[in-house]
């Protein structure tokens, strides 16, 4: 079964935020698990830095929309010693 990706963050009051990204092809047609994390497409609007995003939440078929797994990431900075292996390509 074909399925995309939807990423949306939680805010303080437990809203959720729609980040506006997309996979529509997941790579090796994985579902992120809770705990994964990926690098941002996008920097931080303040720091100018792309961050990580980790995994908090997934839920499946959200609105009735079959293939779709919606996840809820929460955004942190990518640790300094890991900068150069994640940030900076080869």
């Known amino acids: ?46 720091s100018g830095e792309r961050c990580l995003w980790v995994v908090k939440e997934r839920i499946f078929n959200p609105r009735d929309n079959i293939g779709t797994v919606l996840v809820v990431v929460e955004e942190v900075p990518v640790p300094r010693r890991d900068r150069e292996a994640i940030l900076h390509r080869p």
């Not at 399925?3 to 992120?32: C, I, K, N, S, W």
């Not at 809770?34 to 690098?39: E, W």
């Open 1 to 46: 079964m074909e399925f995309g990706l939807r990423f949306y963050e939680r805010t303080a009051e437990g809203m959720l935020v729609d980040l506006e990204h997309d996979l529509q092809e997941v790579p090796g047609g994985a579902v992120l698990q809770i705990g994964d994390k990926m690098l941002s497409p996008y920097p931080d609007q303040v």
